[in-house]
């Protein structure tokens, strides 16, 4: 089946280092990605999103990078820092709105001291 | 302030006894969506709906039923509630992807259920 995934369950950083977290997808046919941090205790919340005809989107702190050939997401943190310890989920849109999300497993990022 | 509210926070509830977990936008958002997290599983699909009275099955729809009777209001039932339902859920709400617009779901803060 179609799925959205990540590579690795968790991820631990010095702070002010570069964080990566990568997902893959396995449906090619999708046109829109998203980025969600959810820290504990709180529901995700929006970081960065993506379509299909980009290969690279920057915010604040934040670049999403996707490579369309081998299907793969990735997350750049850059210089991060205390706050940003959460899980990450990458969200991949089938179509549509709300009802189109369909997750990943979720990163857990740790920011050492 | 644009948010999703969901209630209860928190529920202990006894196996077959009915419950319904409300969920409310103001932001005025087509699209809404219901979804359990669980440890290793991320987040799934319970229930959608793309408007007032069309809603749909998501990935995991067994033994849960939603109306979407309002725009703004779209609660998740319990009819008959077992341990497995034990879970953290999680409502959200959009404006629909289109080619020229992009969304972003809002969630709420989730409710933690627990049947026991």
């Given at each position: 089946g179609e799925s959205v995934g990540l590579h690795l369950p968790t991820l631990s950083v010095q702070e002010g280092d570069n964080s990566i977290i990568n997902c893959a997808y396995s449906n090619s046919a999708s046109d829109y990605f998203i980025w969600y941090k959810q820290e504990s205790g709180k529901g995700p919340q929006f970081i960065i999103d993506i379509r299909s005809n980009m290969d690279k989107r920057q915010g604040q702190r934040v670049t999403v990078l996707l490579n369309k050939t081998v299907k793969h997401l990735s997350l750049q943190i850059a210089a991060t820092q205390p706050g940003d310890s959460a899980v990450y989920f990458c969200a991949e849109n089938r179509g549509g709105g709300a009802d189109g999300l369909t997750f990943g497993k979720g990163t857990h990022l740790i920011i050492q001291p | 302030e644009a948010q999703v509210t969901q209630n209860p926070r928190y529920l202990i509830t006894v196996t077959g006894k009915k419950l319904t977990v409300t969920c409310s936008q103001n932001m005025n958002h087509e699209y809404m969506s219901w979804y359990r997290q669980d440890p290793g599983l991320g987040l799934r699909q319970i229930y959608y709906s793309m408007n007032v009275e069309v809603t749909d099955k998501g990935d995991v729809p067994e033994g849960y039923k939603v109306s979407r009777k309002e725009k703004?209001?779209?609660?998740?039932?319990?009819?008959?509630?077992?341990p497995n339902q034990t879970s953290l859920y999680f409502c959200a709400s959009s404006t629909r992807v289109t080619a020229d617009m992009n969304t972003e779901a809002f969630f709420g803060q989730g409710t933690r259920l627990t049947v026991v």
């Amino acid at each position: 089946g179609e799925s959205v995934g990540l590579h690795l369950p968790t991820l631990s950083v010095q702070e002010g280092d570069n964080s990566i977290i990568n997902c893959a997808y396995s449906n090619s046919a999708s046109d829109y990605f998203i980025w969600y941090k959810q820290e504990s205790g709180k529901g995700p919340q929006f970081i960065i999103d993506i379509r299909s005809n980009m290969d690279k989107r920057q915010g604040q702190r934040v670049t999403v990078l996707l490579n369309k050939t081998v299907k793969h997401l990735s997350l750049q943190i850059a210089a991060t820092q205390p706050g940003d310890s959460a899980v990450y989920f990458c969200a991949e849109n089938r179509g549509g709105g709300a009802d189109g999300l369909t997750f990943g497993k979720g990163t857990h990022l740790i920011i050492q001291p | 302030e644009a948010q999703v509210t969901q209630n209860p926070r928190y529920l202990i509830t006894v196996t077959g006894k009915k419950l319904t977990v409300t969920c409310s936008q103001n932001m005025n958002h087509e699209y809404m969506s219901w979804y359990r997290q669980d440890p290793g599983l991320g987040l799934r699909q319970i229930y959608y709906s793309m408007n007032v009275e069309v809603t749909d099955k998501g990935d995991v729809p067994e033994g849960y039923k939603v109306s979407r009777k309002e725009k703004r209001n779209f609660p998740l039932i319990l009819e008959s509630p077992s341990p497995n339902q034990t879970s953290l859920y999680f409502c959200a709400s959009s404006t629909r992807v289109t080619a020229d617009m992009n969304t972003e779901a809002f969630f709420g803060q989730g409710t933690r259920l627990t049947v026991v």
